[in-house]
């Protein structure tokens, strides 16, 4: 039997950083660009301040909007006093992707050895939205995407994937 036609998802991209602006993310430009690359749609792209509460603010009005199937968060993932990424997303995570941080710390432990201690990557399902919040760098973001969500955002990936599952999110 052939794979399924590819779908595209509506992914939102946002950066959280208190030092970069649009103009000079370099992050959240390459996983704009890697995500529509493979097919999918922008849905948006914003950046906000480490504060948990904008951040809260963005992600919240993302995850109320039914056209946005997927968020991708870079930055606010380490232990410096700003960093609040993963307390301003568990809270709104209906259920968690625990498997999402640990694969993430595995593969980056091959790039990056003992320091990926520091990395608090996370991942969650919030109203039929999956969210996965990865490091600031561009490293980081690229071994995010290519090694993990590229296959899973993929409905053709096997044995099973994100996607096929979408449908069934709000059961």
């Not at 939102?12 to 493979?38: H, I, K, P, W, Y």
């Not at 963005?58 to 056209?67: F, H, K, N």
């Not at 003992?114 to 999956?130: D, F």
Request: aromatic content about 6%; charged content about 25%.
């Amino acid at each position: 039997m052939a794979d399924p036609t590819p779908k595209p998802l509506n992914i939102a991209v946002l950066t959280v950083s208190d030092s970069r602006t649009l103009e000079t993310d370099t992050s959240g430009r390459l996983l704009a660009e890697m995500l529509t690359r493979a097919g999918h749609e922008l849905a948006e792209r914003d950046l906000v301040a480490d504060d948990r509460y904008r951040l809260r603010a963005t992600v919240s009005r993302w995850i109320a909007d039914p056209q946005v199937d997927v968020i991708l968060t870079t930055g606010g993932t380490g232990f410096t006093g700003r960093d609040s990424t993963p307390e301003a997303l568990l809270p709104l995570f209906d259920k968690t992707i625990d498997g999402f941080g640990e694969l993430f710390r595995q593969l980056s432990f091959e790039e990056i050895g003992t320091s990926t201690v520091q990395s608090r990557a996370v991942g969650g399902l919030a109203n039929g939205t999956l969210i996965f919040a990865l490091p600031g760098s561009s490293g980081a973001c690229r071994t995010g995407w290519e090694r993990i969500l590229l296959s899973q955002l993929d409905i053709r990936h096997k044995p099973c994937n994100f996607v096929e599952l979408i449908p069934r999110f709000r059961e």
